[in-house]
């Protein structure tokens, strides 16, 4: 038998090339879902199907020629620099402040110790010895 010749790769254009990354992206991220319980697993196989053709796709082509992953990139440069140009002009970046969880008395860490809470006063006091002689 002959050898296989590979098929020659039609370029396709930028907006091709967009929409197969943002089917790869979408793909990723269903599958990724599927993982976290909140797809099928049908849904996880369409996704993966997706994910295998576009990797084999890219195998076939040259090392050289071949486009960035997609995610990868950035999305425009005119939005980085507008963002770099907002944080520059304010002076310094607001920060956000972080949200500490609040300590349960049945959470135990190495540094603290738990103390036993008392559960009554040692001295009653005047009012419940009012209410007490009605």
Same mark, same amino acid.
């Given at each position: 038998m002959g050898q296989r010749n590979k098929p020659a790769v039609p370029r396709e254009?930028?907006?091709e090339r967009e929409i197969r990354d943002q089917e790869v992206l979408r793909a990723t991220r269903e599958l990724a879902a599927y993982f976290? #319980?909140?797809r099928t697993e049908r849904e996880a196989r369409a996704a993966?199907?997706?994910i295998k053709a576009f990797v084999r796709d890219r195998e076939r082509?040259? %090392?050289s020629a071949r486009a960035p992953?997609? #995610?990868t990139r950035p999305a425009s440069p005119a939005k980085q620099v507008a963002n770099r140009k907002a944080a #520059?002009? #304010?002076g310094q970046r607001k920060r956000r402040k972080l949200r500490r969880k609040s300590?349960? %008395?049945w959470?135990?860490?190495g540094s603290e110790a738990i103390e036993p809470i008392a559960s009554a006063d040692p001295q009653p006091s005047s009012e419940s010895d009012d209410r007490t002689s009605d």
């Open positions: 254009s930028a907006a976290k #319980g909140r993966l199907k997706i082509r040259d %090392p992953l997609p #995610g #520059g002009e #304010g300590q349960s %008395p959470s135990t860490s």
